[in-house]
């Protein structure tokens, strides 16, 4: 007889090796083979429903129109929620929410699950009648752990249903019912286990067919199925990739260690788009949705058209080695950005020091380090600046992950200000993409970018010309736009030739080529 052979996969992109190796030949990860054992019989199907056994039947193709259309989506009442998810929860689909450990997936998920079922008193009257709404189902944590979360949410009248489990067949046996509630939380899939395969909980052939157990029930019983992902020290979910390829929708939620603020980004989503973001706020009561993110980017800054009076000391830690004069701080900018359809601003900051090295060091927090290299050979390059000599730091305040190329301009401006200790001044904002030319391009939703900043008290934008538009003053009276064609020109708003402070520092060579 032949015995069944053990082997190797690789937990990262599952290829499949006879024999131990170090390094995963496929994909290249470390360390990342481990032992599994084959499958009896065919695959997924543990109920006999799910698996048709006899040979295949024609299909009954149908038109793009229907009487049946899909259910509305179910808004979950947490906005910041319901928008990354493209305007609310789609019935029938999965989402994966991936993050770090502690960062706030299961504080939530308890409160989506709590919002999705009121109790009863305070439901709409349609609603009124309906079986409980949502269940959570948790293979990380006791019953006792979650009740506590509850308490601590103040979520606790909810008639939600709770269970620990972690065997999908008792999961799928409770589930698989006619009265299943609107919204099931599987926190986390990397727990879950099929008893019919032999590898442990976590493994990739258990979390895909565990997945897939899953996935295949939301979508013949209609509920919206959220999966929790762990993820690894790379960031990426752990786990198989292709679990994102089966779900519809994959959230990552993040923030930085000793912000108060999370971020939930879509960075799939079948039902939507993906460029929006939601903002949160961790308190000692859970999550706080933050409904105006450019206050909360921008606080810790002398407010716009205001002297830096009334500092809040947030984010002491660069405003010590940056020189100011008149409250301003060198090496600052605020660029108004786009994150999806929301108007977001935020300070970019930037410390430009003497080498000490042989290799000037790069340090960069919040935004793509290529693209800063970029930006330094133009401002050397065309300007007649030396700023790539030097070290440079840059750092997004506040946590925030830039992708936009309308950064360019702030950190151009961000980096000439710290080069030539001139501020930028408190009440303007900055964007606009640079070219390898130093010319400087325009950028789209100019209007939204200016309301938002006009918004918040400032009143000056350093931005690329815009031809045949509306004027800046009708965004926002007494706005006032400083339109660059190139980058020159914004080294002249910083830094004049025959500026009224004096003569440029001497030790870094600023001068305009001619
Ligand atoms: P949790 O949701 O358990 O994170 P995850 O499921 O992503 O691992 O969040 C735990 C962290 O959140 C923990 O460090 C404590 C903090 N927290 C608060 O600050 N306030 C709260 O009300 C709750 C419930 C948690
Ligand atoms: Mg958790």
């Not at 082997?7 to 090796?17: E, T, W």
């Not at 919040?366 to 790539?388: K, N, P, Q, Y």
């Not at 401006?413 to 325009?442: H, K, M, Q, W």
Request: charged share 20%; glycine share 12%; net charge neutral.
């Amino acid at each position: 007889m032949v015995r069944a052979q053990a082997r190797f996969v690789c937990q990262q992109c599952a290829a499949m090796y006879p024999k131990w190796t170090g390094r995963c030949d496929s994909c290249g990860a470390w360390n990342s083979l481990i032992e599994e054992l084959p499958r009896e019989g065919p695959p997924g199907g543990i109920g006999k429903r799910t698996l048709d056994r006899r040979s295949g039947r024609s299909l009954g193709f149908v038109g793009l129109t229907g009487p049946s259309m899909l259910p509305a989506r179910r808004q979950t009442g947490i906005v910041e929620l319901d928008r990354v998810c493209g305007g609310g929860l789609v019935p029938g689909s999965a989402i994966l929410v991936g993050g770090d450990p502690g960062i706030g997936k299961s504080t939530l998920l308890l409160q989506a699950a709590a919002a999705i079922a009121p109790p009863t008193e305070e439901r709409p009257a349609e609603l009124k009648e309906r079986h409980p709404t949502a269940a959570y189902i948790t293979g990380e944590e006791a019953i006792d752990q979650v009740r506590m979360r509850a308490e601590r949410l103040g979520v606790t009248a909810s008639p939600m249903l709770l269970a620990a489990a972690s065997n999908v067949r008792d999961i799928v046996a409770s589930l698989d019912r006619e009265d299943t509630p609107d919204l099931v939380v599987v926190d986390s899939i990397q727990t879950m286990y099929l008893d019919t395969l032999d590898s442990a909980p976590g493994t990739v052939s258990q979390v895909r067919a565990a997945a897939q157990e899953l996935i295949r029930l939301a979508k013949r019983r209609g509920f919206v199925l959220v999966l929790v992902g762990h993820v690894t020290k790379e960031g990426v979910i752990a786990g198989p990739r292709v679990l994102e390829h089966m779900v519809d929708t994959v959230l990552y939620f993040e923030g930085e260690r000793g912000h108060q603020f999370r971020i939930l980004r879509a960075v799939k989503n079948r039902f939507g788009a993906t460029d929006e973001i939601g903002v949160f706020e961790m308190s000692d009561r859970g999550l706080v949705e933050v409904s105006n993110p450019s206050a909360l980017f921008l606080a810790g800054r002398p407010a716009a058209g205001h002297q830096a009076s009334g500092v809040v000391g947030a984010d002491g830690e660069e405003d010590e080695g940056a020189e100011s004069s008149g409250g301003q701080i060198n090496g600052s900018a605020v660029f108004a950005g786009m994150e999806g359809t929301r108007p977001v601003l935020v300070e970019v900051q930037a410390l430009v020091a003497p080498t000490v090295l042989g290799t000037p060091r790069r340090a960069v927090v919040g935004w793509d380090g290529t693209r800063l290299a970029m930006i330094t050979a133009v401002l050397d390059a065309r300007c007649g600046l030396s700023v790539g000599a030097n070290d440079i730091y840059l750092n997004v305040a506040g946590g925030l992950r830039i992708v936009e190329p309308a950064a360019d301009l702030a950190v151009a401006a961000a980096l000439v200000s710290a080069l030539t200790e001139r501020p930028v001044p408190a009440d303007t904002v900055v964007f606009g993409e640079i070219a390898l030319s130093g010319d400087i391009r325009p950028v789209g939703h100019t209007e939204s970018r200016l309301k938002e900043a006009a918004k918040l008290g400032f009143t000056e934008a350093w931005m690329p010309i815009r031809r045949g538009k509306r004027s800046e003053a009708a965004v926002a009276p007494g706005f006032k736009a400083a339109p660059m064609s190139h980058l020159m020109e914004l080294i002249e708003h910083l830094a004049p030739a025959r500026s009224p402070l004096g003569p440029l520092p001497r030790q870094r060579r600023i001068g305009v080529a001619s």
